[in-house]
């Protein structure tokens, strides 16, 4: 049974960091043949994309309201992803989700797995 399970979230003022991690188990298949990815929901709003790194080269993609703020990785020794985050602001408050689908072609969408989800509240 796959499990993805978020940690490293917390409430912090605006322009600090926080780095939340993600970690699989249970996988059918070695980690590093997952696109990972990143999401978001913030109260009232719908789950929106953040970042995702591709199983293949590692290629990283992030929505504009992220770039150049955050940094997605992974570690697939160790099985984890990783989702360090810069110059927070209070819009960046929201559930953050890790997601992993296995050879995924595409950043934003088809993700089977998901995660239950960790807590960053930003206040300005």
């Known amino acids: 049974q796959v499990q993805l399970v978020e940690s490293g979230g917390g409430m912090v003022q605006a322009g600090a960091s926080l780095r939340l991690s993600c970690a699989a188990s249970g996988l059918t298949f070695t980690f590093r043949y997952y696109t990972m990815g990143w999401f978001r929901q913030a109260p009232g709003k719908e789950r929106e994309f953040v970042a995702a790194?591709?199983?293949?080269?590692?290629?990283?993609t992030y929505a504009d309201a992220v770039k150049g703020r955050f940094t997605i990785s992974r570690d697939n020794a160790k099985n984890t992803m990783s989702l360090q985050m810069n110059s927070l602001k209070a819009e960046d408050t929201a559930v953050y989700y890790c997601?992993?689908?296995?050879?995924?072609?595409?950043?934003?969408?088809?993700?089977?797995?998901w995660g239950q989800g960790t807590q960053v509240t930003v206040s300005s």
């Open positions: 790194i591709r199983w293949q080269g590692d290629t990283t």
């Open positions: 997601a992993a689908q296995m050879y995924g072609i595409a950043d934003t969408y088809g993700y089977r797995y």
